[in-house]
């Protein structure tokens, strides 16, 4: 069993920056596989990053490539999204999830590859 708890959304003027947490209980941390999705007002929830367990191999989508920078912290059992560059488009919930080792873009960004899901974190972001 894993429990995320995410942190630092806000409100955030166009440009700007965002550094988003999620702290994961447990001891198996760093066995599994770790995403961020985001879903924006009225629309479905869709893949934002993902990190394999060692924190060796990142997935972005397309959409944030270049902007956002997924990363983990296995000792501190944290993921964070690093946004930069952020755009009025990005306002969205956003959500950790945790789920077995899977490798490949096209698995990693499956919400069906996730076991574990946080209440997310609303981001705003102001044209």
């Known amino acids: 069993q894993v429990q995320l708890v995410e942190s630092g959304g806000g409100l955030v003027q166009a440009g700007g920056s965002l550094r988003l947490s999620c702290a994961a209980s447990?001891?198996?941390?760093?066995?599994?596989?770790m995403g961020w999705f985001r879903q924006p007002p009225g629309k479905e929830r869709d893949f934002v990053a993902a990190i394999a367990m060692s924190g060796g191999i990142t997935y972005h989508a397309d959409s944030v490539k270049g902007r956002f920078t997924i990363s983990r912290d296995n000792a501190k059992n944290t993921v964070s999204l690093q946004m930069r560059s952020l755009k009025p488009e990005d306002t969205a919930v956003y959500y950790c999830a945790a789920g077995p080792p899977a490798y490949g873009l096209g698995a990693v960004s499956r919400r069906a590859a996730y076991d574990y899901w946080g209440q997310g974190t609303q981001v705003t972001v102001s044209s």
């Open positions: 447990g001891r198996t941390f760093r066995n599994y596989a």
